[in-house]
């Protein structure tokens, strides 16, 4: 049995939910190789290396992957699939984006979004957007599995895998990068955080999500929002923590001004401990809530910076 | 150039779904069924590029039994110009439905195909994808803004820092996100025409494919429900019970 672990990374960082991905490949069972492939990477084969219970990194460093392309990566991919049983992906941009090419080029399934492993062949995925659980059992000889990372604990990253480059260049030629606009914050990523602090339609406009920000730094915070707060343009799609937007499991997530829509419940609803500030008593944010408050939050935001 | 938009029958989005008593399968008997979302947006995509003098047909293509001609006739209502249902009784897994999807753009030949990003019952987020390896042409998955430029098409998509855009040679894929158009509903007359508009059934069968199952469904259950907490007082109150009764913070 052996597992090839596909890394989330941006050329520099590999990103924290490669080491749940891995829990989820360790669980499936056998041996696990990670694949970096991206450009000038080498810095992130050297962290992908101290991930635990890694036996082996592969990297494909050429500019073909400098932007993870799904054309290109995907070719990559279905080439090494060979010499393993599973092949897993995290289920975020990248991942979600090419790994179904590799699918489709394996002629097998994919099981999408895996949130526990029950044997190497079983899996548990939400389906109808988490208001139900599915139990599947894939009948192909691969196993293609991008894994919701909010199911696993990251493994720890004292580790030493050896790091081997590999010289397979893959160019699809029908596809190039043109530009990039990506939010640039000193706050940790909504995905990673371990608390996150989102705004809904209660924030009543942009400038108030400043609100927010001096408690995200008191508790080294994400900041998200519910997607009434994107639709009315108060902040960029990219904060959207629900069902079509970032699905978050942080140990504390503070709701501010978020009625509770079943959409936004089903981006936060794992998190460990939630917390619900809201002026409407019957908000249904209210029922799953450990903790709600009902209040004006533009009293209880400047009171909770002020005593944190 | 002709766009081909394969859409999804599923569950209206405001219906709330059970799961069966016997955990074999959520509960769909006298539920409200629609176009998926997602597939809405990609056929309104498709009738801007028509009206922009861009797009000189629209097809819209169905894989179900018979009552997903509902959907296909929504899509004639929105602005599409024939429609294809694949007839099949199965429940087909996204592996299956890309090699249907495949034979009819090879029939087809559209320079564009526009899905939407995933549908919002199985949630896979896979069809898109499959179909581009399939048909081996380039893909903008989660596009929030699509500009055909020639022999060309610039895609915007949502990735998770952000925005990107990239360039595609066509006859490309785009798979759709929430926020590249907002749909249009369909006028009376619009539907009354759209009783008119070519609609071609096609046997699944017929294609010759292995459209045997891959995965078995074991059982499905209700999500673990949330006990609702208390309501404190005070954020003096809140402050100490997230310190000392739950200890996130400190």
Known sequence: ?308 | MKILVPIKRVIDYNVKVRVKPDNSNVDLANVKMAINPFCEIAVEEAIRLKEAGIASEVVAVSIGDKSCQEQLRTALALGADRAIQIETSETLDALNIAKLLQKIVEEEQPKLVILGKQSIDSDNNQTGQMLAALTNMPQGTFASEVKVDGDKVNVTREVDGGLQTITLSLPAIVTTDLRLNEPRYASLPNIMKAKRKPLVVKSAADFGLDLSPRSTLLKVTPPATRQAGIIVESIDELVEKLKNEAKVIS
Do not use: W
Request: aromatic content about 4%; hydrophobic content about 45%; glycine content about 8%.
């Open chain 1, 1 to 308: 049995m052996s597992v090839l672990v596909y890394a989330e990374h941006d050329n520099q960082n590999l990103k924290a939910e490669t080491l749940k991905t891995v829990a989820a490949a360790q669980k499936m069972g056998g041996d696990i190789t990670i694949l970096v492939a991206g450009h000038n990477c080498q810095a992130v084969a050297e962290q992908a290396a101290k991930v635990n219970g890694v036996s082996k990194v592969l990297v494909a460093d050429n500019a073909a992957y400098e932007h993870q392309l799904a054309e290109n990566v995907s070719l990559l991919v279905t080439e090494l699939a060979n010499d393993y049983d599973h092949i897993v992906a995290t289920a975020l941009t990248t991942g979600k984006n090419f790994m179904p090419r590799v699918a489709a080029l394996l002629d097998v399934a994919q099981i999408s979004d895996i949130i526990d492993v029950e044997s190497e062949d079983t899996f548990v995925r939400p389906i109808y957007a988490g208001n139900a659980i599915a139990t599947v059992k894939s009948l192909d000889a691969k196993k293609v599995i991008t894994v919701r990372t909010t199911g696993f604990d990251a493994v720890a990253t004292d580790g030493n895998a050896e790091i081997v480059n590999i010289d397979i260049v893959k160019d699809a030629g029908t596809s190039s990068y043109v530009s990039e606009e990506l939010t640039v914050s000193e706050r940790p990523d909504l995905g990673a955080a371990s608390v996150v602090i989102s705004g809904g339609r209660g924030m009543q406009n942009g400038d108030n999500f400043k609100l927010l920000e001096g408690i995200a730094d008191k508790l080294g915070a994400a900041i998200g929002a519910s997607r009434a707060a994107v639709d009315a343009g108060f902040v960029p799609n990219d904060m959207q923590v629900g069902q079509t937007g970032k699905i978050v499991a942080p140990d504390l997530y503070i709701a501010v001004g978020i009625s509770g829509a079943i959409q936004h419940l089903a981006g936060m609803k794992d998190s460990k401990v939630i917390v619900a500030i809201n002026k409407d008593p019957e908000a249904p944010i209210f029922q799953v809530a450990d903790y709600g408050i009902v209040a004006d939050l533009f009293e209880a935001l400047p009171e909770l910076e002020a005593k944190l």
